[in-house]
């Protein structure tokens, strides 16, 4: 703590309109490392702490604090009088690793208490919101450890998160081995949204209508969300969140199962149409969620006579959607030059929508009905090129409020965003004593979500996450086909 508290200087950085969009959030993962060769130095307490302390003089935005001007700009002020020194917890816990093995690493057999945050940015006791949490569990008899590690996700994305991950867990091994003596291993990051505007080409590309109406449908509610304290638009939408009966699960598909998929989908394409896994599994989710959708309004149609009365009395405003909207999370790192090298952990994703009629979405799944809907996909990411990301920024760039648009439309639309993460390195997180035995997002994270997220090596295939409302996920456990094409692990 000493060295950061003497390393740190002082300076500001001002977040941009990607970092708002998903600002009320947390990317919160358990982490579980199991100690295999009964260490008794296992992944040591003070090695740990030191480490991660050492690794925020490399991630200063860490230790900032959010403010905010009511007007959709933010910024991360780091003031090196006034730290924001991320929550950094430890506790001991009478349950075994093996136990927790035993259960497939199911949410149920976590001991209480080990996420520390939700899935929201809210702030802590003291009313600061902090930017980083961290909890590590050691568990009976030194038997593993679980790392709850929680980021707030107006500092990074994705590929942030696991690189600070991996720089903590690297500095760690340095401190715990013999050349910890030597210079601390060489890194350079970019903090600087302008990273991004500044790869930018001159000529645009239109955005199309569907993700058009995502970013720039407004209202007077979506309006003053914006406009209030980002404490208070947390504390609204984790109330909202607690009342929605959210469900979580995890689904495990195994490579040989998606391999003979997509070939039987492939099959019903063109020769000249290549589709990837990708594209399958967005398909897949997009027709699942969309059957369990039309099921759940099917039967509140017919259950509530107060909702006929308001849909026949107002059908502009309640009547049932006749398209289900895929939100598809592109990258954009591998699609403007010199982002990756730049090393740039802010977040640098935009969201592109696939809309489709209901009736085509909920007509049953098969191969042939997957693909269409999974060259549509493949034709959407591929479209997202330098020219459609500039005029998506020019178009953010027109209100600065409409960061709250896209949290906006999702309650009432038929609707769920996929974000495929399987690359993210979180399994690269050695702090010495081996990778995880296994990495798991928290239960319940937002509705209408579902993210495609790293399989250990050893297990391969893919692992998918999804939360949605507790009536929808009952009609998705339901679901024949998706239930044939997957295996549900917790």
């Not at 809907?373 to 760039?397: C, E, M």
């Not at 399989?455 to 679901?479: D, F, S």
Request: hydrophobic share 40%; with cysteine; aromatic share 10%.
């Amino acid at each position: 703590m000493d060295k950061l508290l003497r390393g740190i200087q002082s300076h500001t950085i001002d977040l941009c309109t990607f970092d708002l969009i998903p600002s009320y959030v947390n990317i919160p993962f358990y982490f579980y490392y199991g100690n295999n060769t009964n260490d008794s130095d296992f992944m040591p307490a003070e090695q740990l702490r030191e480490s991660f302390y050492t690794a925020l003089l490399d991630f200063p935005i860490l230790v900032g604090h959010l403010e905010t001007d009511g007007s959709g700009h933010a910024k991360v002020v780091v003031d090196k009088d006034n730290l924001n020194v991320p929550e950094f917890l430890e506790s001991q816990s009478s349950v075994h690793f093996h136990d927790l093995q035993a259960a497939k690493f199911s949410w149920d057999a976590l001991p209480s208490g080990v996420n520390i945050v939700g899935a929201v940015t809210t702030a802590d006791s003291s009313g600061v919101i902090k930017a980083a949490n961290v909890h590590v569990v050691r568990l009976q008899d030194n038997s593993g450890i679980i790392l709850f590690i929680s980021m707030a996700h107006y500092i990074a994305d994705g590929v942030g998160y696991s690189t600070f991950v991996n720089r903590w867990a690297e500095l760690c091994r340095w401190i715990r081995s013999a050349s910890a003596t030597s210079e601390k291993p060489a890194c350079h990051y970019s903090f600087e949204r302008s990273t991004i505007f500044d790869k930018l080409p001159e000529d645009r590309k239109a955005v199309d209508g569907p993700t058009l109406e995502l970013i720039t449908t407004t209202g007077p509610l979506v309006r003053w969300l914006a406009w209030i304290s980002p404490k208070s638009r947390a504390t609204l939408i984790s109330k909202h969140f607690s009342i929605m009966s959210l469900k979580g699960h995890v689904f495990h598909i195994p490579a040989s199962r998606l391999a003979s998929l997509r070939a039987s989908v492939q099959g019903h394409l063109s020769s000249d149409t290549r589709i990837s896994d990708n594209d399958i599994l967005t398909a897949l989710l997009a027709m699942t969620a969309a059957q369990s959708e039309a099921e759940c309004r099917r039967d509140s149609a017919s259950a509530s006579y107060i909702s006929s009365l308001v849909s026949y009395l107002f059908p502009s405003m309640y009547a049932p959607d006749t398209r289900f909207v895929t939100q598809v999370v592109v990258d954009m790192r591998p699609r403007l030059k010199g982002l990756s090298a730049a090393n740039y952990t802010g977040n640098s994703v935009i969201t592109r929508c696939l809309a489709y009629s209901m009736e085509s979405l909920t007509s049953g799944i098969n191969e042939q009905s997957l693909a269409p809907i999974a060259k549509s996909v493949r034709q959407l990411v591929n479209g997202v090129d330098p020219q459609y990301i500039g005029q998506f920024v020019d178009t953010l760039h027109k209100d600065p409020l409409c960061f709250m648009y896209p949290a906006a439309y999702g309650p009432s639309k038929a609707t769920m965003m996929l974000s495929n993460q399987s690359r993210f390195p979180l399994y690269s997180a050695d702090f010495g004593n081996g990778i995880p035995t296994w990495v798991s997002p928290i239960q319940t994270l937002f509705p209408k979500f579902s993210s495609i997220i790293p399989a250990h090596p050893l297990t391969g295939g893919h692992v998918v996450y999804i939360c949605m409302a507790e009536q929808a996920m009952t009609k998705l456990l339901q679901n024949k086909f998706w239930m044939s094409a997957s295996d549900m692990l917790y």
